[in-house]
């Protein structure tokens, strides 16, 4: 059986500390709280995707009273309303609870939707019938972990403090990404950007310091997460 790569233990026993509490290395980019940065990517991801989702709508709303005087209702394109904008708004942070931390990427691409390779790998092992024990039920291994509750919590502050901002852009500066107009112009200093010029190419997973992509053998991640699991119920000078 293979060597046991630190990237696999670490973020098993991530998995463990994020339930039972365990004290964080700041520095430690296994396990960790999200930065205000991956924050406002995040938030300003979901809004943007979520706008364009309804953009292309022909609704045509009626606001205003008939009155007495005979005034007529205002009638407002869906796609340029604030009902638009609060609809879009309402649940937006819950819906960052869909996402996981994906503990073998780099950066801010720790935190997507779907289930990491990490975690699938771990199921597939309890399928085959191989005793995993992270120290919490099984039924509990797909909850919101600690970051990303801390992430939905951070999301729901900044979007409150920064309401008025968005509300700015959506009706006088669409064309700038929100990304752009939100993080860069108003939540963050400028040497604190740098992960929102971190995309997902398929190739930004940490395995030993090297990139490695997801289409490497899955037989090797197991073998390797099996082993780690081995010694894992050794004693730690064992390793």
């Not at 960790?32 to 940065?37: A, D, G, I």
């Not at 992430?151 to 729901?156: G, T, V």
């Amino acid at each position: 059986m293979g060597p046991v790569r630190l990237g696999t233990l670490l973020f098993i026993l991530t998995v463990y500390g994020a339930w039972a509490g365990t004290p964080k290395e700041e520095d430690d980019d296994t396990e960790r709280l999200p930065s205000k940065c991956e924050v406002c990517k995040l938030l300003s991801l979901e809004l943007q995707e979520e706008l364009s989702r309804t953009g292309r709508s022909r609704e045509v709303l009626e606001l205003g009273q008939v009155l007495d005087t005979g005034k007529r209702k205002r009638h407002i394109p869906y796609s340029v309303s604030e009902t638009r904008l609060e609809e879009a708004l309402e649940n937006l942070c819950e819906r960052i609870l869909d996402y996981s931390v994906h503990a073998e990427r780099k950066g801010s691409l720790r935190y997507a939707k779907g289930q990491s390779q990490t975690m699938a790998t771990l199921k597939g092992l309890v399928q085959k019938g191989v005793k995993v024990d992270l120290g919490i039920p099984l039924e509990l291994w797909d909850e919101p972990s600690v970051e990303v509750t801390f992430l939905k919590k951070q999301c729901e502050t900044m979007l409150e403090e920064f309401e008025d901002v968005v509300g700015d852009w959506y009706f006088h500066h669409q064309e700038q990404p929100l990304q752009h107009f939100l993080c860069e112009g108003h939540v963050l200093p400028a040497s604190e950007t740098a992960c929102l010029q971190e995309t997902w190419t398929g190739k930004e997973k940490i395995t030993d310091g090297q990139e490695k992509t997801e289409e490497e053998d899955q037989e090797e991640e197991e073998e390797e997460v099996t082993n780690t699991l081995v010694h894992s119920q050794r004693d730690p000078e064992d390793l």
